[in-house]
T-cell receptor, first 112, second 113 residues
């Protein structure tokens, strides 16, 4: 089993739709979690940190489910500009930044 | 504006040649990292440095070398010993401390033929 797993997609959704991605992680001692957005042939950019209590930033909501060992990202009212690959990133116990584990990403394509 | 700058954006080299990728940051971050990204794979750590004049191997350091003579700079050399050097290389930095997110440079796409 991979340490961090994501559905590669693509998720093809119409503008205005709500879409959700999940990311599962294998190590129950994992400490911190992030969602990054990566546009085609560009660098990843931090989208959100994921807190135990869940967090929301505008149209984006991130949730953590420690019991089932997954994090989720919900995007409401999808825009064309949301089209990108969304990377799930997990930090193991201890939070060492040199031990980050990256998922392979989920590709979202928002259609007009 | 603070940020991380990688250069060049695209680099083409012949097999057997060493090549050095530049990474400069003005975020005053202590920690810097080099990753490579290949299609269908997550980012993999090549080298990292948590302080000037010190660096450690990551998961795939073979065929690469780095230096950290200045806080702002962390160049990566891809040597001829690297068996499959064609990839997208990403430099990142972070503040010291656990659970810090990474800030990435714009990447260098290296093609070796």
């Amino acid at each position: 089993r991979k340490e961090v797993e994501q559905d590669p997609g693509p998720f093809n959704v119409p503008e205005g739709a709500t879409v959700a991605f999940n990311c599962t992680y294998s190590n129950s001692a994992s400490q911190s979690f992030f969602w990054y957005r990566q546009d085609c042939r560009k660098e990843p950019k931090l989208l959100m940190s994921v807190y135990s209590s869940g967090n929301e930033d505008g149209r984006f909501t991130a949730q953590l489910n420690r019991a089932s060992q997954y994090i989720s990202l919900l995007i409401r009212d999808s825009k064309l500009s949301d089209s990108a690959t969304y990377l799930c990133v997990v930090t193991p116990y201890g939070g060492a930044t040199n031990k980050l584990i990256f998922g392979t990403g989920t590709l979202l394509a928002v259609q007009p | 504006d603070g940020g991380i700058t990688q250069s060049p954006k695209y680099l083409f080299r012949k097999e057997g040649q060493n090549v050095t990728l530049s990474c400069e940051q003005n975020l005053n971050h202590d920690a810097m990292y080099w990753y490579r990204q290949d299609p269908g794979q997550g980012l993999r750590l090549i080298y990292y440095s948590q302080i000037v004049n010190d660096f450690q191997k990551g998961d795939i350091a073979e065929g690469y070398s780095v230096s950290r003579e200045k806080k702002e700079s962390f160049p990566l050399t891809v040597t001829s010993a690297q068996k499959n050097p064609t990839a997208f290389y990403l430099c990142a930095s972070s503040v010291q401390g656990a659970n810090s997110p990474l800030h990435f440079g714009n990447g260098t796409r290296l093609t070796v033929t």
